[in-house]
């Protein structure tokens, strides 16, 4: 085995065919693990050609084994920090790997030595959102070394819609009685119109982005929610976001819709081997008292069991409303290690320790 380092857009875009072969082989992978996600996100994040740092695993015939799509993200506060990281915003990040006839334990460590050998280029690696049911996670649990750098990060909610006989199964363990009462209110005073719209058919982007876009200012403005705030409104997210939803086929929205043809409701999801990626809900705010939010998963998960769903994912945070649906969730962690041979990658860790003393004692 060799590695090849890509270290500008151009090569990047050159991996196209390679990676999207790997796509369909390894079952590890998420929409955020796809070439193209991966591709609107470079194009929008305002990386530098000197900032990617794509490692590319390929054996005796030349033939790509893995690809790690990384970046060295600069943060210049007191002291530049640079983070060797996953590309991408997604709840889900990973290596790319050949499934077949390939020693994974074997590929994974040759990429993980690879990225610690190159001291000079970075002050930390801390690779996030890792799932804990993944081949690369289950490698770094074995690594004596590794092992003590990965953590925790997050729980993400989801429902594994296999687990249940039928709808009526899964409606009976884990919708209340009250959401179905919310449901039956809503639909006879509203008469609401449940639609699935696939993005590529109808591109609601903007409806969408301004629906959530008034939700948070009215939750910031009447219950005082300060700490709000829409990712639209944020410059590169918001332009990846526009430009994905302007070209991906992997984007279903699900709405509740007036009579009007405007948005109620809605939850915007990746799809991706019949599996449901919930990364953006909001509501019309005027509709607060129907609890709309519940009324639409009520409707969504009907569609998932008619519709042969294996999964729906609630995305990053435990939140309690999450565990109204579902017991279950996916524990996701991060590999976090300090290049310790650095003098100022050891000041750099003892300000973030202090840092996240501090935290701790508020």
Not at 148 to 175: A, H, M, T
Not at 315 to 341: A, D, Q
């Amino acid at each position: 085995m060799r590695a090849e380092i890509i270290r500008c857009k151009k090569g990047f875009y050159n991996l196209k065919e390679d990676w999207e072969a790997l796509e369909k082989e390894d079952e590890n992978l998420s929409y955020f693990n796809t070439f193209e996600y991966n591709y609107h996100w470079l194009n929008n994040s305002g990386i530098v050609d000197d900032n990617i740092y794509v490692i590319v695993i390929k054996d005796k015939r030349e033939a790509i084994l893995g690809i790690a799509p990384l970046y060295i993200k600069v943060e210049r506060k007191v002291l530049s920090l640079k983070t060797l990281a996953f590309m991408g915003w997604g709840d889900y990040l990973n290596i790319i790997l050949k499934s077949k006839d390939v020693n994974k334990t074997k590929v994974f460590n040759f990429i993980l030595e690879n990225i610690l050998s190159e001291t000079t280029l970075w002050n930390r690696v801390s690779l996030q959102n890792i799932s804990i049911d993944t081949d690369l996670a289950r490698v770094i649990l074995k690594h004596q070394n590794y092992n003590k750098n990965f953590k925790l990060q997050v729980e993400n909610p989801k429902i594994n819609f296999w687990k249940y006989k039928n709808y009526n199964d899964f409606s009976l363990k884990n919708i209340s009685k009250s959401t179905k009462n919310q449901r039956n209110k809503m639909k006879r005073e509203i008469e609401y119109l449940f639609k699935v719209e696939k993005n590529h058919e109808i591109n609601r982007y903007v409806e969408i982005k301004d629906t959530h876009t008034k939700l948070q200012m009215n939750m910031i403005k009447n219950d005082g929610r300060k700490d709000r705030r829409t990712l639209f409104q944020i410059e590169t997210k918001g332009k990846f976001l526009e430009d994905l939803y302007n070209s991906s086929k992997n984007i279903i929205n699900f709405l509740l819709l007036d009579k009007e043809n405007k948005i109620i409701a809605y939850d915007s999801c990746y799809i991706y081997n019949d599996i449901l990626y919930s990364w953006n809900i909001a509501h019309d705010f005027k509709y607060n008292k129907y609890r709309p939010g519940r009324v639409i998963k009520h409707e969504i998960m009907n569609y998932c069991f008619e519709n042969n769903i294996k999964s729906y994912d609630f995305g990053c945070g435990r939140y309690p409303w999450k565990f109204e649906w579902t017991p279950e969730m996916n524990y996701v962690y991060k590999l976090e290690i300090w290049n310790n041979s650095d003098k100022k990658s050891r000041l750099l860790k003892s300000m973030f320790k202090f840092k996240e003393a501090l935290k701790c004692l508020k």
